[in-house]
């Protein structure tokens, strides 16, 4: 077991100068104006004062590290920013570039927007097959979040759409009954 040697107190004179420099200059740079003391040492007293970075010199530190790794690189900034029209996978969606910088939408929903107009507030597109890569108009319908809901249903899942529609207005009916035995008592 490391043994701790003796703990060195801060002195006025460290903390009126911390006070003073800590919201623009590096940790580093402290740990040169104040010998004897770490980067850690020198952030926690400053999180006692309630002492932050300025924005200005996290940006500026920012951009410098940004810079230092991009001549590591050899000067390249990651990947080209795709274009408009670029479609990539994400789960069971294919995504398709709508705008930059990076405004994506499912291809499903944009092919019907293309050939329809906006979906309406409350209203999702959704593939009449469960399919939502198989993208062709007749297979995409205009559904409301609850009767979505209820087509994705566990129970209904394998059912074919006729007897789904049964069901559905079979329930719609229970309700509408509850309701006009509820308002009669």
Known sequence: MTRRGPVK???KEED???R???ANKTNKELCLLLPGRTKTAIT???AQFGLVKTDAHRSETHRR???ARLEANGGQIGQD???IGATHRKGRYTLIKVAQPDVWKPLHTYTWEQANGPVPEGMVVAAKDGDVQNTDLANL???TRAEHQLRNNHHYK???EEIVDILHLQNELKKEIKRKTRNEK
């Open 65 to 67: 590290i940004l810079l």
């Open 20 to 22: 003073l420099l800590y």
């Open 16 to 18: 009126s100068l911390l």
């Open 9 to 11: 107190r801060w002195t």
């Open 141 to 143: 319908c205009l559904r």
């Open 158 to 160: 394998g059912l074919p």
């Open 44 to 46: 926690l007293r400053a």
């Open 81 to 83: 920013p795709r274009p």
